[in-house]
C-alpha cells in the first residue's frame, strides 16, 4: 500500500528527501521555501540525520560542502537571492567532484525581487550556477507527487556523476497542497558509503583529500570530462513530457507552474478544435531539444513559449532547436504576478485565430 | 628516550613555504600533536585559502580543501555528520578574520566541537601583501602604502578577545611562535585544544602569531623582533578562555 499524503509541495521535497537518503541539511530562512527546513528541524533527527540553520546561506552551502565530503546525502534549499549567494559553493561543489542537492523554491527577481512565485531563475540555474563554466543537471517538477519522485532520485544521479543536482520549482508549486504517494525509506549502510568519502581513515592505506583547486592540466582535463558528462545526459538523461503533439499545428513549450496553467488553455483551444500540443521539459539542463528539433515544421505553425517570467528566458534554448523554421511567441507574468489560464489561453488565442482569420 | 622522527602526517617533500615563514613550524606541530594524541588516521584537516592553502601540497593526511573564509561552516558540516574524527580547520586572517568573519563567529557561538588554528601574521601572503584585518596601526602593507590608518580601516581585529566573549567556547588562546617558549606553549595549547575536542567538549580555538618576512621585507630574524616590539604587545598571547581551568 503507499503512503498517501496531502502535503505542501515543499513538504513533499523534505520527505522525499528523507526517503531518499538525506541525512544532512544546512540553509537560512527565505520565503517561500520556509517549509522545507522547519520540516527537516524536527524531521532529521528523528532518522539519526543533522539539522543546522545556518548564519548565511553562503555558510550552508559551505556546511552541505563538508557533509557531502563525509559521503552523507546533503541538502540546501533556498530562492532565487539565496542561490545567488550559494552560487560560490555550487562552483566548489562541481569543482571537488562532491555530490550534493540544492533545491530552488523561486520567486521574482532580480535583487530582492519579490516574495511572490516566479520562474525568473531559468537562466541562473542552467547558463550559470556559479563562476567557472560547469553545469549541473536541473530538474523542474510541476506537481507536488513529481517534486517528491525527482528529489527522491536526486542524489542518485548527483553520485553518479559526482556533481550537484539542482532542483527548480517556483514559490506557488512550494506551497500549494496536493496529494502525494510518498516513496518508500531507501536504506543506506555505512559500507554503501562512496569510495572517495572522507569516513574513514582507519584501514585505508591512502590519503583521502578532496580538493577544488587543481594544477592546469589537471584542471583542463577535468574541464573536458566535465563537458563529455554534460553530453552523456544529452543522450540519457533528458525528462520531457510530450502532450497532445501528434497533430499538433501549435506548440506549447513550457515547464513547472507554467506548464500547468497551459495544459488548462491548451485544453480549451483543443475544444475549440485548435490543434495544438505541449512540450514539457522536466530537466531543463539537459535540455529536450530532440523534442523541439524534431517537431514536423511542415505542420507546425507557431511555438508559444510560456513562463511565469518576463522575459521569456528559454526561448534561446528553443530557438536554437526551431532554427527560424516558425515564429516563436512569448507570453508570461513575472515579478510575483501569476500566470492564469484565461491569460495565456487569450495569448494563444489572439495569434491563433488571428492567422487562421 | 621519545623517537624524534618526521610526522607521517607531513608529505614526504620539502616545504615551499618562503624562508623563515612560520607556516611551516606551526603545521609541524599541529602533525606532532597529531601524532602525540595517536590520532593520525583520525585526523581530517579542513584547508582554507591564502598561503595555507598550499597545506594541500605538504599535509601528508586527509584533508578537505574548501573556499575562502568557509573553513567553519565545511567543519560543521563534516563534524555533525561524522563526529568520532578529530576535525581542525588551519586558518589565516584574512580567511578566518575577514571573509570568513561570520563563519568563524557562529560556529563558536554554536559550540562546534572542532578546533580552529589560527595563523595570524597580519598579511595577505599569496595575493602579494595587501592589508589584512589583523594588521597592525601604521603598518606598511600594498594597499596602505603609507601605513594602515584607523581612519579610514579601522583596528586590527583582537579574535581571541572575540570568541572569548562567547558563551559556548572552551578554550580559547594566542600564542606566539616567535620564541622556543612560545613553540612550546603552543605545541601544549593545541594538544589541549585536540583533547577536549576528542572529550567531546566543544569548540576550541588556538591563535598563532606568525610572520611574512617576504611581504613585511624583513629578514627572518628581524620579522622576529618586530613580533617583540610590536604584534605581540597588541596581540597579547594568553589563555583567554579555559572552562577545564578550575574544575
Same mark, same amino acid.
Given at each position: ?190 559500507? @554503501? ?52 503533439? @501528434? ?93 492564469? @489560464? ?13 492567422? @487562421?482569420? | ?247
Amino acid at each position: 500500500m503507499g503512503d498517501k499524503r496531502f502535503m505542501k509541495g515543499n513538504e513533499a521535497i523534505a520527505e522525499a528527501a528523507v526517503r531518499g537518503g538525506c541525512r544532512f541539511f544546512a540553509g537560512y530562512p527565505i520565503t517561500p521555501q520556509n517549509e522545507i527546513p522547519e520540516y527537516l528541524s524536527w524531521r532529521l533527527p528523528e532518522v539519526g540525520g543533522a539539522f543546522v540553520q545556518g548564519e548565511s546561506e553562503v555558510a550552508s552551502i559551505n556546511m552541505v560542502y563538508g557533509a557531502a565530503a563525509m559521503g552523507t546525502r546533503a541538502l540546501t534549499s533556498s530562492s532565487g537571492p539565496g542561490i545567488s549567494l550559494k552560487a560560490e559553493g555550487i562552483s566548489y561543489l562541481a569543482a571537488a567532484a562532491l555530490p550534493a542537492v540544492i533545491v530552488n523554491i523561486s520567486r521574482g527577481g532580480p535583487g530582492l525581487g519579490s516574495i511572490q512565485p516566479a520562474q525568473s531563475d531559468y537562466l541562473q540555474a542552467t547558463k550559470a550556477l556559479g563562476h567557472g563554466g560547469f553545469h549541473a543537471m536541473v530538474l523542474a517538477p510541476n506537481s507536488a507527487q513529481e517534486a517528491a519522485d525527482l528529489v527522491y532520485d536526486a542524489w542518485e544521479y548527483a553520485e553518479r556523476d559526482r556533481n550537484p543536482v539542482l532542483v527548480l520549482m517556483d514559490g506557488c508549486l512550494g506551497n500549494i497542497m496536493e496529494e502525494v504517494e510518498l516513496p518508500p525509506m531507501k536504506e543506506l549502510h555505512d559500507e @554503501d558509503l562512496p569510495e572517495w568519502s572522507l569516513t574513514r581513515r582507519n584501514g585505508r592505506d591512502w590519503q583521502g583529500n578532496i580538493t577544488p583547486i587543481y594544477t592546469e592540466l589537471i584542471l583542463e582535463g577535468l574541464n573536458a570530462m566535465a563537458g563529455e558528462m554534460y553530453k552523456a545526459w544529452e543522450e540519457d538523461d533528458v525528462k520531457v513530457e510530450e502532450f497532445m503533439l @501528434d497533430d499538433a499545428e501549435y506548440v506549447v513549450v513550457a515547464y513547472g507552474i507554467a506548464s500547468r496553467v497551459s495544459k488548462e488553455a491548451i485544453l480549451k483551444l483543443r475544444e475549440e478544435g485548435v490543434k495544438i500540443g505541449m512540450i514539457r521539459p522536466i530537466t531543463l539542463f539537459p535540455f529536450p531539444k530532440k523534442s523541439i528539433r524534431n517537431l514536423d515544421f511542415t505542420k507546425v505553425k507557431g511555438i508559444f513559449d510560456i513562463e511565469m517570467t518576463v522575459p521569456a528566458q528559454m526561448r534561446e534554448d528553443i530557438e536554437l532547436q526551431v532554427m527560424d523554421r516558425c515564429p516563436i511567441y512569448e507570453y508570461g507574468r513575472s515579478g510575483g504576478c501569476l500566470l492564469d @489560464d484565461d491569460g495565456v489561453y487569450d495569448a494563444i488565442a489572439e495569434i491563433v485565430k488571428g492567422e @487562421d482569420a | 628516550m621519545a623517537e624524534y622522527k618526521r610526522s607521517q602526517l607531513l608529505a614526504d617533500s620539502p616545504s615551499g613555504y618562503c624562508p623563515g615563514c612560520l607556516h611551516g613550524l606551526a603545521t609541524k606541530l599541529i602533525a606532532e600533536v597529531i601524532d602525540e594524541l595517536g590520532q593520525a588516521d583520525n585526523s581530517l584537516n579542513v584547508i582554507s585559502v591564502g598561503c595555507s592553502a598550499l597545506n594541500i601540497l605538504y599535509w601528508g593526511g586527509d584533508f578537505l580543501s574548501v573556499a575562502h573564509g568557509r573553513a567553519p561552516a565545511a567543519a560543521t558540516g563534516i563534524k555533525r555528520v561524522n563526529p568520532e574524527r578529530l576535525v581542525f580547520a588551519y586558518q589565516g586572517d584574512g580567511d578566518l578574520a575577514a571573509i570568513g568573519l561570520a563563519e568563524i563567529m557562529s560556529a563558536a557561538n554554536r559550540g562546534e566541537n572542532f578546533t580552529v588554528i589560527f595563523a595570524n601574521n597580519q598579511t595577505y601572503g599569496m595575493t602579494g601583501g595587501q592589508m589584512a584585518p589583523t594588521t597592525l596601526i601604521g603598518q606598511k602593507t600594498t594597499t596602505t602604502v603609507y601605513g594602515r590608518d584607523p581612519a579610514t580601516t579601522g583596528y586590527p581585529l583582537k579574535m581571541c578577545e572575540l570568541i572569548s566573549t562567547l558563551e559556548a567556547p572552551r578554550f580559547v588562546a594566542r600564542y606566539a611562535l616567535n620564541s622556543p617558549k612560545g613553540v612550546s606553549d603552543a605545541r601544549k595549547g593545541i594538544k589541549k585544544a585536540f583533547q577536549m575536542q576528542l572529550d567531546g567538549k566543544g569548540f576550541t580555538f588556538i591563535e598563532l602569531l606568525t610572520n611574512c618576512p617576504t611581504n613585511w621585507k624583513m629578514t627572518p630574524l628581524q620579522t622576529f623582533d618586530y613580533m617583540n616590539s610590536n604584534t605581540i604587545p597588541y596581540f597579547k598571547p594568553g589563555v583567554y578562555k579555559d572552562t577545564e581551568a578550575n574544575g
